[in-house]
């Protein structure tokens, strides 16, 4: 399947979108109070994307990009993605959105890490996310897996 990805505005049409997804949290409502305070502009810097099913937002997730002086997992240290939020609505799951969105991620062609939510493993090591060595102080308790574009690798140090 070839589903087109958008980036999301940030409107109250995508904010009552994602009161439909289980992970809505202080970003959205920070993105509701910044729409109430009239900051944020309909073509404002969203870090959302998602897909539609005719005029219904099916699948959605966040792309983040760290400047690579923060990067503490690539090798040689890069600008990387972090992905979170990656959710499909139930009715729409195992139809390919979710690998639609994380093969869009990977066409920036920057390294990727993302925290898997639980049970989502297989998902990952099918879209090729592989596990890091944990490092307590970095880490704090998360289980992050990583993508690898050519030519990079995990930081060893």
């Known amino acids: 399947m070839n589903y087109k990805v ?7 049409k995508t904010l009552e979108e994602f009161k439909k997804f289980k992970e809505y949290g202080l970003q959205e409502l920070s993105m509701l109070e910044d729409l109430e305070a009239n900051i944020i ?17 099916v699948a959605r997730m966040s792309l983040y ?6 990067d503490r997992y690539f090798e040689p240290a890069q600008d990387y993605l972090e992905l979170w939020k990656l959710e499909v609505l139930p009715d729409y799951q195992n139809k390919g959105y979710g690998q639609a969105l ?50 990079v690798k995990e930081q060893t140090h």
């Open 102 to 151: 994380v093969e869009f991620a990977k066409g920036f062609g920057l390294p990727i890490k993302t925290n898997p939510r639980v049970k989502s493993k297989a998902f990952w090591g099918k879209m090729g996310f592989e596990s890091v060595n944990y490092d307590m102080e970095r880490d704090l308790g998360e289980n992050p897996l990583v993508w690898f574009p050519a030519g």
């Open 65 to 70: 990009q760290i400047e690579a002086r923060f």
């Open 6 to 12: 958008e980036k999301l505005k940030v409107n109250y």
């Open 41 to 57: 502009e309909n073509d404002s810097e969203s870090p959302f994307y998602g897909i539609y099913f005719g005029d219904k937002l």
